[in-house]
């Protein structure tokens, strides 16, 4: 018989254990925490279309095309200070100063080729003409003081050097030439906007005639001949001249007597092209491009909008560029739907197409 002392702690014991079991199995079992569904997520906001940027006024009206003309790469163009011209497929053609110094474009912009490498640096003036049923384009170059003529795909049919025979010039060098346009009986017309400020005439044969023109500002007098234009729109062909630094243009007769000028409206004309109506579209350093009426009188501008440190210069990032808005036009053409296309002087390489309303 074990001990009472014994008996009483044993019973004890019994009774702490049966208390501790009935806590222990009294507890009710933990169920998990539901996991919350999570809310449906909102829809995604709509995201509006781009406004579209018109220009312009009554029939000239224009809506900017945003991203047009890029390389096939994605890289930049390389800097656009050149010219623009269409041929009758309606492709478009554009000088750079990279070694693609004749970039080409369809009507999309999509990009189509390039060529030129002899030609990087320089490539200026431009103008497109049909000859034997053949066009031609024909090419003024600053750095290498020659304006030369090629087929559509960069083949070099002749060249014409610096006017020796004028008696201007004392070397090549003072001999930069930014312009050429050609009379319907093939007379040659060469600006020297970049060097002594003269118009050089030649014949059909590419032999010297004569030079009009030198520094001034008295009417037929240049500071920076800087395009040319042969103007049809009157019963006689007349030489156009963007007589840029005085804010003006010039017309003169092919044997080269001053006949008229515009001089209201402009800032630094670059370069004209005509339009169907008789007008003109002026291509103006100063961030615009002027729309002329076919008495030459001012209908609208495009594209004045720009920050007036940002006119007129080459380095504005592509990060403040805006759709509507020019810095530099440098160059206009349209093509037989009246669609306008500008390029900006930019170190990046810009070309704009302002679709025709």
Known sequence: MLPSPFVASFAASLVWLGLAGALVG??????????PTPAPAPAPAAVAPAAEVVLGTGKHRYRWVTGWGQRADGKDLGNT????????????????????????????GRWLGAWGKEFRGGLHGMCLREEGGEERLYLAHTGRHEVVQTTLDGKVLWTIGWPEAAGIYANEGEYKPTAVAVAPDGRIFVADGYGKSWVHLYDRDRNYLKSIGGAGNADGKFQT??????????????????????????????????????DQGLRRPCNVWPLADGGLAVADLHGRVTILDAKDQVVCHLGDAADEKQKATN?????????????APHAVCADRAGNLYVMDWNRHGRISKLLRL
């Open 26 to 35: 009294g507890l009710p079992a933990q169920t998990p925490a539901p996991v």
């Open 81 to 108: 200070h050149g010219c623009l011209v269409v041929d009758k497929q309606g492709r478009l053609y554009a000088n750079t100063d990279t070694e693609q110094a004749v970039v080409v474009f369809d009507a999309d």
């Open 225 to 262: 001949p800087h395009g040319l234009w042969l103007d049809t729109r009157g019963k006689e062909p007349l030489l156009l001249v963007c007589d840029r630094e005085n804010h003006r243009l010039q017309w003169f007769s092919l044997a080269g007597e001053f006949v008229r000028k515009c």
């Open 315 to 327: 380095g504005v990032g592509k990060e403040l560029w805006r759709d509507g808005v020019f810095f």
